[in-house]
């Protein structure tokens, strides 16, 4: 069974400076996190941020809208570039099972509350292991559009 997120487009969802203080001390970053320590030395941490980011795809929001529209289809195709699935599952991928379920969002939370949510996953709960991305408000209507169809 798989438990972390893929790892493929992590240095898009996360920042140098945050791989580096997970890499360094997982628990400190996540308290009960089953990511296990490593006793690396800051050359290898950084020899491992540098691997991970040629993975690293950029995400043109408006772009993708500008393609594939503002509405659901412009929100799924924007959840499919910021590769949402590494972590969460989402209407037919299937993510890991320590992330919510986006398929179900609706039942759970109002369009109002995911708009927040998305603009700055900390505002709402800080601390959370979601990261900010830096979403402009087309792109979080387009997302809302697709989850709550």
């Not at 659901?72 to 989402?90: K, M, P, Q, R, W």
Request: charged letters at 25%; aromatic letters at 10%; proline letters at 7%.
């Amino acid at each position: 069974m798989e438990v972390g997120p893929d790892l493929n487009q992590v240095s898009l969802r996360r920042s140098q400076e945050w791989l580096r203080r997970w890499l360094k001390d997982p628990a400190a970053v996540k308290p009960g996190t089953i990511m296990p320590f490593y006793s690396w030395t800051d050359a290898e941490i950084d020899s491992v941020i540098a691997y991970l980011a040629q993975y690293r795809k950029p995400v043109d929001g408006a772009a993708i809208l500008a393609a594939a529209g503002a509405g659901a289809t412009g929100g799924e195709a924007l959840i499919e570039a910021y590769d949402c699935a590494a972590c969460h599952a989402v209407r037919g991928l299937a993510g890991r099972p320590i992330y919510p379920d986006l398929h179900t969002v609706r039942e759970r939370r109002t369009a109002e509350w995911e708009r927040d949510w998305l603009q700055n996953p900390q505002a709402v709960k800080p601390g959370t292991f979601m990261p900010t991305f830096g979403l402009s408000r087309s792109e979080i209507e387009a997302i809302i559009a697709y989850l709550y169809r």
